[in-house]
């Protein structure tokens, strides 16, 4: 089981680009073959609150190698004494630099606009044991803050 935590760091990234439609066409591979060994995580610093109770976060990923298992970005939405995961999105482990957007209906209390933060995992489900029940492995993981709007 690999377990790789790429953890936020100050000054943060740049932000993704805006997310591809569904079943989107890769960004652009690394410039740099070095930079494409290492499977990565980001959070976008923005994430959108819908009139509905929608949550929407995103940001960016590399995965190499899914040949064991499936491979899912998942996020949590901390504000305040709230929490509550929003969505999972399957990983395209092919060393390309990809957007992920999960999005999920909280109902009350909703989040409110401001000041929140995410915890994203890239997560690798991978057979076990003598049953083959799958376990979690973690590729790479992200604390960050957002401003919801």
Do not use: H
Not at 76 to 101: E, F, K
């Amino acid at each position: 089981m690999r377990v790789r935590l790429a953890l936020a760091a100050t000054p943060r990234p740049a932000p993704a680009p805006p997310p591809l439609p569904r079943g989107g066409v890769p960004l652009r591979p690394a410039a740099d073959p070095a930079a494409r060994q290492a499977d990565f995580l980001t959070v976008d610093s923005a994430g959108l609150l819908g009139a509905d109770g929608s949550v929407t976060l995103s940001g960016t990923y590399r995965c190499l190698d899914d040949s064991a298992g499936p491979v899912f970005v998942s996020s949590t939405l901390r504000q305040q004494d709230r929490s509550a995961g929003i969505g999972g999105t399957r990983a395209v482990c092919d060393g390309l630099l990809r957007t992920w957007t999960n999005t999920s209906v909280v109902k009350e209390p909703a989040y409110q606009p401001g000041e929140a933060r995410v915890e994203a995992t890239l997560m690798q489900l991978t057979p076990e044991g003598d049953l083959g029940l799958p376990t979690p492995g973690f590729l790479a993981a992200q604390d960050a803050r957002v401003t919801l709007n």
